[in-house]
């Protein structure tokens, strides 16, 4: 079968690279372990970019060790204070900055590191009336980055079990938040390096601040983490809007249409709304095909609240519709 090339720089990402270690993290009980051993190695640059941010939450919930506090605000307040050399950054949406209001604690810590200097919080407001921002991208000293689908904030911790109650799981206030299923990854080398170009990039769009890059850096690979691939060229993908004169970016969208044309056996599907007409109906393209690949998707039951549920749980309806009537082979679940 002739193979099809679906990494296009331009086109269908960003630019590829190469990453001597990859790891697929899956949820963030994980993550935020993995997160908060490579934050202490750190020495000179934190870029912590976000849909949002929330300083009370903890990180591991071990107690085994009073090395480093687990809360997320007086953890980055002891690595600036441990770390004369280390500049934190932290970018996240305007609209999410609203949450903040009714986190006392969060804003006690913001004013705190405005008095240091060196922890930098900034809000994002380049983007179109109604959009959001939201990469969720961390790089520590352009030698590892993560960068996936899980934010740094409040109902995000969860095990892999994902327990029905599970005490860990509880906000701030300490109301019980539901099982929630994300997953995030980590790279290292020039993959890192790549997003940390695109970190800097993202803070001079959004604050008119030029950062060069920090001085090459040791690895900084987490103890833990063991690499899912070695020495693997990883795409970098972007979604950006058309805003303030610059052109709109759908390097992701293109990506899931050349990978979705061009599958072979299968394709596997996780999203928290699978609403798009677009993928929806090239999904539907190869479902319609005789000895098509099979299509799987998972997906939440609702969404997180009666707007979400009444806007992208009837688009979802829409397309999973759309799936049904193009399946003549019982190829999709």
Known sequence: ???????????????????????????????????????????RTIFLIGWDFDFRIQLT??????????????????????KPDLEIRLLKWNVGAMRSFGRGASLLFELGWMARKRVHTK?????????????????????????????????RWDTRRHRSKDKRRNSPWGFAQGP????????????????GVL???????????????PKPAAERW????????????????????????????????????AAIAAARQSIYLES????????????AARLA??????VVIVNPKSSAGWLEEQVMGRARALVTSLLREADHEDRFR
């Not at 919930?61 to 441990?82: I, Q, Y």
């Not at 921002?133 to 689908?149: E, N, P, S, T």
């Not at 690499?227 to 969208?253: K, L, S, W, Y």
């Open 1 to 43: 079968m002739r193979r099809v090339k679906v990494l296009k720089p331009g086109e269908t990402c960003w630019q590829v690279a190469n990453a001597p270690r990859f790891r697929l993290i899956v949820d963030a009980a994980d993550y935020f372990k993995a997160l908060k051993q490579a934050m202490t190695e750190a020495e």
């Open 61 to 82: 919930h071990e107690k085994t060790s009073a090395e480093w506090p687990d809360m997320l605000g007086p953890f980055m307040t002891a690595l600036v204070d441990r």
């Open 123 to 155: 809000l994002d407001f380049i983007h179109p009336t109604g959009a959001s921002h939201h990469q969720k991208i961390v790089v520590i000293d352009d030698a590892l980055a993560f960068c996936g689908g899980i934010d740094t904030t409040t109902g």
């Open 180 to 195: 929630w299923h994300d997953a995030t990854a980590a790279v290292d080398g020039e993959a890192a390096r790549a997003l």
């Open 199 to 213: 970190a800097r990039e993202r803070w001079h769009l959004a604050t008119g601040e030029e950062l060069p890059p």
């Open 222 to 257: 987490p103890r833990l983490l063991d690499p899912t691939f070695t020495d693997v060229n990883v795409a970098i993908a972007r979604t950006q809007p058309a805003f303030d004169g610059h052109a709109p970016v759908h390097e992701i969208e293109a990506l899931y249409l």
């Open 272 to 283: 928290q709304y699978c609403a798009s007409r677009k993928i929806g109906e090239a999904l």
């Open 289 to 294: 095909e005789k000895g098509g690949p099979e």
